[in-house]
């Protein structure tokens, strides 16, 4: 049985934060699987089967992969960003746990990617760069008292907090109560970055205080970095302002 | 003027993980300053100068680079993993701040890598797959109080945790009080990763029990993953055991 899963990140948007390790899995594989708009980012090549599927089907696609590969196919399963954080790795897992035992033999491999929060936190200086937490604002599967728990203890922490998934057509209203509740929690000045479809030909990057920060401002193609009562604003001349957490941090 | 700063990121050691930005941005440098380590890492070439320094002088190397680009010069500052997360790009921002006004019109870019939790979590599995917080445990910047605090509002919010810098020569306890923290709060079985050195030679990665974790399984090469209470682990057969982190959790 020669088959494997490599579960591989494509990065934010952009051909040169693919790594070299992702380009070589995708020349060595059979089949590629993945929700339609990641599997489009894969370039059209003779012998590689596409299987491409909607959003919230992240189950029946680790199933289908984990299948294939048990069929001895060379499968790799794609995600934007990094497919171990809020992509395809977990849910990989997960039907493999589920599965039928001899699954647990196969070959499965994670292959790492530029996540959506260091392309963002890059672009605008280094808002990320003192503690930070990552939360996934999507309440598919949890909880909205489990978010809102959860971004109360980030700012008490004082981390800067990576949120994404922040606003879809399903949900349009959670990024507006999300808002509601920092400014509850933070000072009106505290530093909102809004970092949309980062290293793609439609990319935006916005810096706002808190009280200017508005629900359209995020789709689900935004990363909005919320930093820490410390992050700082550069104001330069005819260029963007750089937003950077400084390393050191006293109570 | 044609100089800039690209403060870029190696990844966390595997030549397969260096972004084509990376290289492309190695390619057009004149100079290269960082700490010895990683100057180490960038090949040799005709043209390109090396300035290594030590760990620990992150605010004079920033001036430097800054300096040389602001004298015409196209210097890359190299960091491992991420310059955005505990490394090069906040220190950079810090020392333009605080130097002459000029520098703030210099050419700056920050250049993402995969940072060391991102290929930790690869290897082991997916346990960064729901919400997480990402903790310097470096107490040269920040007070011990505030390490702590952190630490127990991230396992109040049961976010699984990826702590950097566990323990140096210069910190030979830090780490041991971090366990014991752990286990005051957190159940005895819950899961921690030793990641060393991934994607290098030195590559070791061990995920024990909380209550099998030792002080002396970590050192500064070492990134520490603390999966949440629902952070699994897949039994294999001749195999390392798969960890991760569901993608659902309710209260």
Chains 1, 2 share one sequence.
């Not at 999300?178 to 990319?203: H, K, M, N, Q, W």
Request: with cysteine; net charge neutral; charged share 25%.
């Amino acid at each position: 049985m020669s088959g494997w899963v490599a579960v591989a990140g494509l990065g934010p948007g952009g051909e040169a934060l693919i790594t070299p390790e992702v380009r070589t899995a995708l020349a060595e594989a059979t089949d590629v699987v993945g929700y339609s708009r990641y599997v489009d980012r894969v370039p059209m090549r003779e012998g590689l089967r596409r299987h491409a599927s909607g959003n919230r089907v992240e189950a029946e696609r680790s199933r289908l992969a984990l299948g294939l590969a048990a069929e001895g196919r060379r499968v790799i399963v794609v995600s934007s960003g990094d497919p171990g954080v809020f992509a395809m790795a977990s849910a990989t897992f997960e039907a493999m746990e589920a599965g039928p035992e001899t699954w647990r033999d196969l070959d499965v491999r994670v292959l790492p990617g530029i996540t959506a929060m260091l392309a963002a936190s890059a672009r605008a200086g280094a808002p990320l760069g003192h503690d930070f937490c990552a939360i996934n604002l999507s309440d598919n599967l949890k909880s909205w008292s489990l978010i809102e728990r959860r971004l109360r203890l980030a700012v008490e922490g004082d981390f800067a907090c990576a949120l994404y998934n922040p606003r879809s057509k399903a949900r349009p209203d959670g990024f507006a109560r999300v808002l509601e509740l920092l400014r509850e929690l933070c000072e009106p000045g505290r530093l909102v970055i809004f970092a949309r479809a980062v290293t793609t030909s439609d990319e935006t990057v916005r810096t706002v205080p808190l009280f200017d920060a508005k629900p359209e401002m995020a789709d689900m193609q935004t990363v909005v970095i919320l930093g820490s009562s410390r992050t700082r604003r550069i104001e330069r001349n005819g260029m963007p302002p750089l937003v950077y957490t400084p390393r050191s941090a006293t109570e």
